[in-house]
């Protein structure tokens, strides 16, 4: 399996990359969200890569952060998700925004995304549900405090859903305590 590409970057035409190796050229499919964070023709490049064989093709698929590869990862076991739609939806919204419409179950925000009809974005909610922000290490709707952390994990082993927890964290200050955050919360959320 090819886990890592580092080499010169030579062509660049949307979705695909082409990456010269010590004279192998690479030809690579990459979501938006890399493309656009490509450096210019001529200069290094490392992707990390997922490698697929089908009967009749080869196929590379290049990603700039390991997030994006382990959502990809994710999307792609999803019964009728193939990589051309997961790189899709990588495309359309970064990982942090995909791991956060999960979380608080939001179809219609996956919906947007070309390609994904509303059977699809259903399954992808369904199945992917508690899994994608843990895989990639991504806390969905959170800007990284740990005090917010805190106080959504403290709902959830409350028992209540990824969901209400995280609308319960929207409404709390941002520099709120944990203690404090979680009497907040569990009062919001008894209305």
């Not at 952390?149 to 859903?161: C, R």
């Amino acid at each position: 399996m090819i886990g890592k590409l580092t080499g010169t970057l030579c062509d660049k035409n949307p979705p695909d990359v082409v990456v010269d190796c010590h004279g192998v050229g690479y030809e690579v499919s990459v979501p938006m969200s890399t493309f656009y964070n490509l450096p210019n023709l001529g200069e290094k490049v490392t992707l990390l890569t997922h490698f697929v064989v089908r009967e009749d093709a080869q196929l590379l698929y290049g990603f700039a952060t390991a997030p994006e590869r382990a959502a990809f990862r994710e999307l792609i076991k999803i019964t009728g998700v193939g990589p051309r739609m997961a790189l899709s939806l990588l495309s359309g919204m970064s990982v942090g925004e995909l791991a956060q419409a999960i979380t608080t179950q939001e179809a219609g925000r996956l919906v947007k995304v070309p390609g994904i009809g509303k059977k699809t974005a259903e399954r992808l909610l369904l199945e992917l549900k508690g899994k994608l922000g843990a895989d990639i290490g991504v806390t969905p709707a959170l800007s990284g405090d740990a005090n917010q952390l805190d106080i959504l994990q403290a709902l959830i082993a409350l028992g209540y859903s990824d969901k209400e927890a995280a609308l319960a964290l929207k409404a709390l200050p941002k520099d709120v305590g944990v203690s404090e955050g979680i009497k907040l919360a569990l009062r919001a959320l008894a209305r």
